[in-house]
Every structure is written in C-alpha cells, then in structure tokens.
C-alpha cells in the first residue's frame, strides 16, 4: 500500500468505491450514526487509557489513538457519502464560522508577543 496525501473528496471517493463494491451498499443513517457513536466511545475509552486514570486491561488489545481517530473519520465520511454531504465544502464553511464566530473569543497568540 502506497502512501500519499490525499484530499476530503478524494478520501470520499475512495470510500464511495470501495462501499459500492457490495451489494449492500450503505447502511441506513440511523445504524451509521450508531456505528459512529460506537467508534466514539472506541476513541474515548482510547483517551482515558493514554491520557486518564484508567488503565488498559490485560486482555484488551493494543490499539492507538490514531487508529481510533482513524475509525471515526472513516465512519464519518461514510456518513457523509451516502447523505449526499461534500465534506470539502462542509469544511470551508465551518472554518468561516469559525473565524467569524470565534476571532476575539480566545486570546491569540500575536497578542502575548506584543507585550
């Protein structure tokens, strides 16, 4: 497998073609957001076992973080291609918010350096 850097719409077509290559096809967005609020709770309890109190069962497999973000990008996208949802677009607007919304709200870092 080779490794190169890929775009959110290449990402979506990948994963188009990959979930078209079954008779199934897509899940219902009900049992998708269940599979993704199960991958969720996969990423958190992944947390705590790096970075809180609980620690990692004996007969639990190792697993990472990463591999766990992995899996609700992953459940995410999926989300997304059978909703129609062009996560590109979907990201430029919420980064619009975001700087709208949330320009004065946390001090920035300019800010300390002019002290």
């Not at 897509?26 to 993704?36: I, K, N, T």
């Not at 190792?62 to 997304?80: C, H, N, Q, R, Y």
């Not at 980064?95 to 004065?104: A, E, I, L, S, V």
């Amino acid at each position: 497998m080779t490794s190169k850097s890929q775009n959110l719409k290449e990402m979506q077509e990948e994963l188009d073609s990959y979930i078209n290559q079954f008779k199934t096809g897509y899940f219902s967005p009900l049992s998708q957001l269940a599979r993704l609020t199960e991958e969720t709770g996969e990423l958190a309890r992944e947390i705590n076992h790096h970075y809180g109190e609980k620690q990692k069962k004996e007969s639990e497999l190792p697993k990472s973080v990463a591999e766990e973000i992995g899996d609700v990008l992953i459940a995410t996208i999926i989300m997304a291609n059978s909703l129609e949802i062009d996560l590109t677009q979907v990201f430029q607007d919420n980064m619009t918010k975001f700087n709208k919304r949330d320009k004065f709200r946390f001090e920035r870092v300019d800010e300390r350096i002019k002290d």
